[in-house]
């Protein structure tokens, strides 16, 4: 069964890919915003954005998600992200969901999102 992989990190990498596609499934790594100088919205639609493109890329979208694990850094912008998050995914076909408080990798990001999908 062919594994393809998009976007390899680079060095000190690599660490990751960004996106994996096996037979029917495209697995996300986590995504954060490239601009984090904007609010839990901005950075929230930059997310999106870039969760588009890679199902995209892979050969599918939004309605095929299959799980979805959010990461954000203070509860209090739940509501500012879910709003954003709400505005973009399919209503007919959302996917099972996490979202959960954590410190992340750099004390300006405020969300960051990981998706699987079917294609």
Excluded at 44 to 53: F, N, P, R, S, Y
Excluded at 62 to 80: Q, Y
Excluded at 89 to 114: G, S, T
């Amino acid at each position: 069964m062919a594994i393809t992989r998009f976007d390899l990190t680079q060095p000190p990498g690599p660490r990751m890919s960004r996106c994996v596609v096996r037979d029917n499934t495209v697995y996300l790594a986590g995504l954060t915003a490239g601009d984090t100088s904007q609010d839990v919205k901005g950075q929230t639609k930059q997310i999106l954005d870039k969760i588009d493109a890679y199902l995209a890329q892979a050969g599918t979208g939004k309605s095929n998600l299959l799980s979805a694990n959010l990461w954000i850094k203070d509860m209090a912008l739940f509501a500012e992200m879910n709003s954003v998050w709400n505005a973009w995914v399919d209503p007919e076909n959302p996917p099972a969901r996490a979202c959960v408080k954590a410190d992340l990798a750099r004390p300006e990001v405020l969300v960051e999102i990981m998706v699987t999908a079917a294609k």
